[in-house]
Structure formats: C-alpha cells, structure tokens
C-alpha cells in the first residue's frame, strides 16, 4: 500500500496545488498570443488518457482563441496558436 503518513520536508519536495485552482499548463496556454508556440515536456503534464489538446479544446469553446496542437512523440507536445 503506497498510502501513507509523511513529514512536512516530503510534502515541501511534492509538487502540490490546492483543489480549483487552474492547472499550470492551462494557465501558459491561455496566455498564448496568436503566433506564439508552446512546448510542453510529458513530464509537465501527465493526466491519464488526456493530453494539453483537452484544455485547447475547453478554451476554443468559451473564446476566440484556435490551436493547433502536435505530438512529439513520447516526449511532449507543441501548441501553436492561430487565431
């Protein structure tokens, strides 16, 4: 069981984020200016059987903003904002 109690320096090295806030990676994409290109390492974002086309998606749908994402790979992804 992987469930366990941990000492306040273990939580300090964990990278934790209070619950409703916005996911780092969907903050960077909704920062994008038409033009700009953004390279996400697999490692900045790990959500099982999503990738960051997820948020582009959820954002077209309220605003203006249109994407194109890319796969690299195993190692990440490229987000490139048109419009």
């Known amino acids: 069981m992987s469930t366990r109690i941990i000492s306040r320096e273990e939580a ?10 916005k996911h780092p990676v969907r903050i960077l994409i909704e ?13 900045d974002f790990a959500w099982k059987r999503k990738t ?19 796969k690299e790979g195993k ?3 490229v987000i490139e904002r048109v419009e």
């Not at 960051?52 to 890319?70: G, H, M, Y």
């Open 52 to 70: 960051p086309n997820f948020f582009c998606r959820q954002i077209s749908k309220t605003t203006k903003a249109r994407f194109e994402v890319l």
């Open 75 to 77: 190692a990440g992804w």
């Open 31 to 43: 920062k994008l200016q038409p033009g700009q290109i953004l390279h996400i390492d697999r490692t």
């Open 12 to 21: 300090a090295k964990l990278r934790l984020m209070p619950f409703g806030k």
